[in-house]
């Protein structure tokens, strides 16, 4: 997923995030130095493309750097509110044109502490978050500047603007208007409230949800508990225990998601169940780590929130501005779905329990054993399991032969690696990306590899957008959670992990690609049930013939994935597709659900709610929980998916459609490619993006093809 939160004035604001720095796990600093011109933030890096100087960059450089960018954007800001009669230039170029400094160290800040934190930038975390909140409030609700844009926005169509000019005239109306520039004094004063009590909420959840996660992860003393594990993940384990000092022991490290990656081969079932209730409890346990009472008091300041904006719920205020335009529009396309994934999850779950029952175990199924016996019912349905295919998807091959092959065949890219620039970590890798005709066009950083210090998941965001107004280019990163393999080891990866970095790096190729004018609408400014389109539509190539064939190839000898294993890949695309739907239907409708509350209707109980709310939309299903459950749902709570976590669902419509559209035409091809290119990649946020997919497909999105790629048509 792209790391996306509430746009402000061009740029990417997330409240419930920070950065790192070279200076890693220092003690936690009060005193705040004051902000000087050797701030490495002061001015725009010399590096290329003004890539962050992170061999520059300590922990007390930001919260002076972030004040003094705050403070800097209020006078640039006032300046505007207070000159002559409004023209688009004056006005929306001018704001388009303010908080360079702020932006600077605030997208450096939020990207370091979500992938490398540690307790002096979580304090410093704590301490800007509301101020940040505060500043763009300050903004928004700042009148005279709302009444200069309200003007432009009155007489747009007789401004002599272009139709991009036009759309971002109604684009930074709309964003005041949703920020409560129309509200009362009174209002806009409670509304200030609501939005520094989130920032502060959204801050705590994320920094308890990742101590939860670390202090989560199951101990293991007796090795025979990872029976079933290969040699290189127990050596991983035994790594992750003593990067904790505890030599001698085992840690298998939790992930953001509810079912963990060694289940899939524990045999143990006491250490799969174990495994289960860490994962499932993690933030539960009514410690300084507890987030329910943070849930709690987060839906309902949403909820008054949305009241105070006009709107009766969260759902109602957050679709206004996405494709999908009402919660019930999203709701429907997710429940529709659902007869048809509790039917082939019945089979699954049947042809689990008839395996357990012929291996006379005596047991009847639970969602910790799920995974493990999926795995042999593939394997002896198939004959695959992942021991098989990951000796094929060794990391740097997949990146250099499948990810980066794939990005040339279909838009001419080429890439090479730069060990000269700076970066946050060790483990994180640097490329310059090349144009079809040698024109060197972008930065991407990639950072695969889980710590305990960095948060759940993959995402993407970027350092630097790329904007012909201020004439920058792009400097983008990619963030995984792979487990890191053992010295000397190779980062074998599963399929799904590779599928993974096709998918985070479609999001770059659609930041990397923007061919924008102005901020507000470069990259992946877009509303977030489409951002999710062009990430979806890179994983198909994964798997499509010439690309596979490029990338799966043994990482000891290698020759390609023998014919009847990519064969037996193929026809195994669609099993478990029941577990894999219901478990994310599940976590979208349990998202849409404390979002749909309306002000004043409090809840008691997180887990009675959730148990409920799946009732309810008659998408509970006891042996599969959903992906997320309510306490470590980062997406909504801190990730900025709040009644917008649909949009995977949503996109997946688009993506898969999309891509039948190649398979008409011609497929992986360099006029294909260039097509997507031109008419979704480069426009970033430039139009209606319903109307942007409808000028390349020529019709609207049609559900069948999503239906088909899952096996539920």
């Not at 949800?209 to 290969?230: C, H, I, R």
Request: with cysteine; glycine share 6%.
């Amino acid at each position: 997923m792209p790391d996306r939160r509430p746009l402000a004035l061009g740029f990417a604001i997330f409240l419930a995030a920070c950065g790192g720095s070279k200076t890693a796990m220092n003690t936690p600093n009060t005193t705040v130095k004051p902000f000087s011109p050797s701030n490495p933030f002061a001015n725009a890096s010399t590096l290329l493309y003004q890539a962050p100087p992170f061999d520059k960059i300590h922990n007390d450089d930001y919260q002076p750097a972030l004040e003094e960018g705050m403070r800097v954007q209020i006078a640039e800001v006032t300046k505007i509110a207070d000159s002559a009669e409004p023209t688009f230039d004056n006005t929306i170029v001018a704001l388009e044109k303010t908080g360079d400094m702020l932006t600077r160290a605030n997208n450096v800040f939020q990207a370091v502490t979500q992938a490398n934190t540690n307790d002096t930038l979580q304090q410093v975390q704590a301490a800007i978050a509301p101020k940040l909140a505060a500043h763009f409030d300050a903004i928004h609700m700042n009148p005279a500047l709302f009444a200069r844009i309200k003007a432009l926005y009155d007489k747009r169509a007789t401004l002599g603007l272009d139709s991009v000019q036009r759309f971002l005239v109604e684009r930074y109306y709309k964003d005041f208007v949703r920020s409560g520039a129309l509200l009362s004094e009174p209002d806009k004063t409670k509304l200030r409230a609501l939005n520094q009590e989130e920032s502060k909420l959204t801050t705590d959840f994320q920094n308890r949800l990742l101590e939860a996660t670390k202090a989560g992860g199951v101990v293991v003393s007796d090795k025979a508990e990872l029976a079933g594990m290969s040699d290189a993940a127990i050596a991983a384990a035994a790594d992750a225990a003593k990067a904790r000092n505890l030599d001698g022991k085992w840690v298998l490290p939790l992930q953001n998601t509810t079912q963990q990656p060694y289940q899939t081969s524990l045999s143990d079932r006491a250490t799969r169940e174990k495994l289960f209730r860490a994962s499932t409890t993690r933030t539960e346990h009514g410690d300084s780590n507890d987030t329910r009472a943070l849930i709690l008091r987060l839906a309902q300041l949403r909820a008054e929130r949305a009241k105070l904006l006009g709107f009766p719920n969260l759902a109602a205020y957050v679709t206004d501005d996405q494709m999908a335009k009402t919660p019930d529009r999203a709701i429907k396309l997710l429940t529709d779905m659902v007869p048809a994934v509790k039917a082939k999850a019945d089979g699954e779950a049947k042809a689990i329990q008839a395996l357990v029952d012929q291996q006379k175990g005596g047991f009847k199924v639970e969602p910790w054993d799920w995974q493990y016996y999926a795995e042999q019912v593939r394997k002896a349905q198939y004959a695959l399991d992942d021991a098989q295919l990951k000796p094929y998807f060794e990391l740097d091959r997949v990146l250099h032969d499948g990810v980066f092959f794939a990005a040339h065949e279909l838009y001419g890219l080429t890439f090479k690696e730069r060990k000269d620039l700076p970066v946050y970590h060790p483990d994180v890798r640097v490329f310059e990306v090349f144009d079809a005709d040698g024109s060197s066009m972008a930065l991407w950083y990639c950072d695969y590899f889980k710590r305990d210090n960095k948060i759940g998941g993959a995402w993407e965001n970027s350092f630097v957008d790329g904007t012909g107004l201020l004439k920058t280019k792009p400097v983008i990163y990619n963030v995984t959670n792979f487990v890191k393999p053992s010295a000397g080891q190779p980062a074998l990866l599963t399929f799904d992990d590779a599928t993974t970095m096709f998918h985070e790096f479609g999001h770059a190729l659609h930041a990397m690609m923007t061919h924008v004018e102005y901020p507000r609408l470069t990259g992946t400014n877009v509303p977030t049930d489409f951002v999710e389109f062009p990430s979806q539509f890179n994983e198909h190539w994964a798997l499509y013939p010439s690309v596979l064939a490029n990338y799966a190839k043994h990482y000891q000898t290698g020759k390609p994935m023998p014919a009847d294993l990519v064969e037996k890949l193929k026809k195994a695309k669609t099993f478990n597709q029941g577990f894999a739907t219901g478990e994310t239907v599940q976590a979208m409708l349990l998202d849409m659900a404390w979002h749909t509350l309306a002000p004043g209707e409090k809840q008691a109980d997180v887990d009675a709610f959730e148990s409920a709310a799946l009732k309810h939309f008659n998408v509970e299903m006891p042996l599969i929980p959903p992906r997320y459950r309510s306490a470590y749902f980062a997406h909504i709570w801190s990730g900025g998916y709040s009644a917008n976590y649909y949009a995977y669902m949503w996109s997946e419509v688009l993506d898969d459609d999309a891509y039948q559209w190649f398979t008409e035409h011609g497929g992986l091809t360099r006029a294909n490619g260039q097509r997507f290119r031109d008419m979704i990649l480069s426009k970033g946020g430039t139009d209606d993006v319903a109307v942007l997919y409808r000028k390349f497909r020529g019709r609207d999105p049609q559900v069948g093809a999503l239906l088909e790629q899952r096996g539920l048509k």
